[in-house]
């Protein structure tokens, strides 16, 4: 079993950063591929970024190319979300996951309970 802790949302304006931040305990984190995936409501979850245990390979949405950076700290048993240049339509709640590396959220076994992340425009 792996818990999983979101933190790090809030409010900002478009434009702003955020970094958020998922810490795991339980079952050895290094492992996991990490993944962050958002939900907005009214949508479908919704593949943000995926990182490797090994932090040798990535994934982004197209979406956020060029604007998150996902990261991962496996001797502090957390993995990140640098946030720039956000917009109004990043707003969702934020949630991180462990499982295989993909884009997929069917293959994560593991979920945190989610933080909510608001752009104002």
């Known amino acids: 079993q792996v818990l999983l802790v979101e933190s790090g949302g809030g409010l900002v304006q478009a434009g702003g950063s955020l970094r958020l931040s998922c810490s795991a305990s339980?079952?050895?984190?290094?492992?996991?591929?990490m993944g962050w995936f958002r939900q907005a409501p009214g949508k479908e979850r919704e593949f943000i970024a995926c990182?490797?245990?090994?932090?040798?390979?990535?994934v982004y949405a197209d979406s956020v190319k060029g604007r998150f950076t996902i990261s991962r700290d496996n001797a502090k048993n957390s993995v990140y979300l640098q946030m720039n240049s956000l917009e109004s339509e990043d707003t969702a709640v934020y949630y991180c996951?462990?499982?295989?590396?993909?884009?997929?959220?069917?293959?994560?076994?593991?979920w945190g309970q989610g933080t909510q992340v608001t752009v104002s425009s």
């Open positions: 990182i490797g245990w090994s932090t040798a390979g990535t």
């Open positions: 339980g079952r050895t984190f290094g492992g996991y591929a």
């Open positions: 996951a462990a499982g295989s590396f993909s884009t997929s959220a069917k293959t994560y076994y593991y």
